[in-house]
């Protein structure tokens, strides 16, 4: 009987100290809902003083733009095949600046991501400062490095692909790291017992085992990194970005040539999203069915 007693006060403990866990917790989340809307309704009166007009008195203007342009393509639409054509080499040039700073980045990514990886790294202590190199990479934005390099080397694509480039390889980096630590370490083993070195070991032992992970992220990125030439053009990069800013700087006149970038930026970032897509999901799933199948 005081065995019973016993155990149901403890019971009655654990539930009490239960309850009493859930009400910190909800009170908890709820200082900090509060402490973020401050810093959300602080950071917006911020920059509501800071604008040259107010954001609720412009709002109505929000779609002056997108109808300005929209009239102007319709009126003009007789000339926007020939736009296309002429303004199809500075697509060619962005997606070029996206697809060397995508390979550029992925190589080194990889390169770093298998020093940084536990059971694989040749030399331990690099973990710790190259996993900060790729957090910095990360961490500053495409565009910041890209006005850094502008001002270093003057306009055009060298400083949008080296930007991009450099943020590839601190995403990639990261990513490609978390994929090594799900590969076996078995054939690693093996390589290291008939005498393979490092390069040896994970060129044929860790590599083939991740590659379409690999090869899946890199397209995702390459998806990313169009975008992200295009928007870089703005700040004087080269590419279809610039041509965009002069045409949309240039006011009423220019908005049927804007329209034709706009439309063969969209139709560019859906065909290579719909290609990446599709050679994603071969990668994963045919190399799932061959591990099926074996």
Same mark, same amino acid.
């Given at each position: 009987?005081?065995?019973?007693?016993?155990?149901?006060?403890?019971?009655?403990?654990?539930?009490?100290?239960?309850?009493?866990?859930?009400?910190?917790?909800?009170? #908890?989340?709820?200082?900090?809902?509060?402490?973020?809307?401050?810093?959300?309704?602080?950071?917006?009166?911020? /920059?509501?003083?800071?604008?040259?007009?107010?954001? %609720?008195?412009?709002?109505?203007?929000?779609?002056?733009?997108?109808?300005? #342009?929209?009239?102007?393509?319709?009126?003009?639409?007789?000339? %926007?095949?020939?736009?296309?054509?002429?303004?199809?080499? *500075?697509?060619?040039?962005?997606?070029?600046?996206?697809?060397? *700073? =995508?390979?550029?980045?992925?190589?080194?990514?990889?390169?770093?991501?298998? %020093?940084?990886?536990?059971?694989?790294?040749?030399?331990?202590?690099?973990?710790?400062?190259?996993?900060?190199?790729?957090?910095?990479?990360?961490?500053?934005?495409?565009?910041?490095?890209?006005?850094?390099?502008?001002?270093?080397?003057?306009?055009?694509?060298?400083?949008? #692909?080296?930007?991009?480039?450099?943020?590839?390889?601190?995403?990639?980096?990261?990513?490609?790291?978390?994929?090594?630590?799900?590969?076996?370490?078995?054939?690693?083993?093996?390589? /290291?017992?008939?005498?393979?070195?490092?390069?040896?070991?994970?060129?044929?032992?860790?590599?083939?085992?991740?590659?379409?992970?690999?090869?899946?992220?890199?397209?995702?990125?390459?998806?990313?990194?169009?975008?992200?030439?295009?928007?870089?053009?703005?700040?004087?990069?080269?590419?279809?970005?610039?041509?965009?800013?002069? =045409?949309?700087?240039?006011?009423?006149?220019?908005?049927?040539?804007?329209?034709?970038?706009?439309?063969?930026?969209?139709?560019?970032?859906?065909?290579?999203?719909?290609?990446?897509?599709?050679?994603?999901?071969?990668?994963?799933?045919?190399?799932?069915?061959?591990?099926?199948?074996?």
């Amino acid at each position: 009987m005081a065995d019973a007693q016993q155990s149901h006060a403890a019971a009655a403990d654990v539930s009490t100290t239960y309850l009493a866990q859930i009400k910190a917790k909800r009170l #908890m989340n709820f200082i900090l809902l509060i402490v973020f809307l401050a810093l959300f309704m602080s950071g917006f009166a911020t /920059a509501e003083s800071r604008n040259a007009g107010g954001f %609720l008195e412009g709002l109505g203007n929000i779609f002056d733009f997108p109808a300005a #342009m929209w009239s102007e393509a319709v009126e003009r639409s007789h000339l %926007l095949p020939g736009y296309l054509v002429q303004y199809f080499p *500075s697509l060619v040039e962005t997606v070029n600046i996206a697809a060397a *700073s =995508t390979l550029l980045g992925a190589l080194a990514g990889l390169v770093i991501s298998l %020093l940084v990886t536990r059971g694989f790294a040749p030399v331990t202590w690099l973990i710790g400062p190259l996993r900060r190199v790729l957090d910095i990479f990360r961490a500053v934005p495409e565009i910041v490095i890209a006005l850094v390099l502008i001002f270093m080397l003057g306009g055009g694509p060298v400083p949008a #692909m080296i930007a991009i480039a450099l943020h590839t390889v601190g995403a990639l980096g990261k990513l490609f790291s978390e994929v090594n630590e799900n590969a076996s370490l078995k054939p690693v083993e093996g390589l /290291a017992s008939t005498g393979a070195n490092w390069t040896q070991r994970m060129m044929l032992g860790v590599i083939p085992q991740v590659a379409p992970n690999y090869l899946s992220y890199a397209l995702l990125r390459f998806e990313i990194n169009i975008r992200a030439s295009a928007i870089l053009g703005f700040v004087g990069a080269g590419g279809i970005g610039y041509d965009l800013r002069n =045409t949309m700087s240039w006011g009423v006149g220019k908005y049927d040539e804007a329209a034709a970038i706009f439309l063969l930026l969209f139709g560019t970032i859906v065909l290579v999203d719909q290609v990446s897509s599709l050679l994603r999901n071969r990668l994963t799933h045919g190399t799932q069915n061959i591990e099926a199948t074996i």
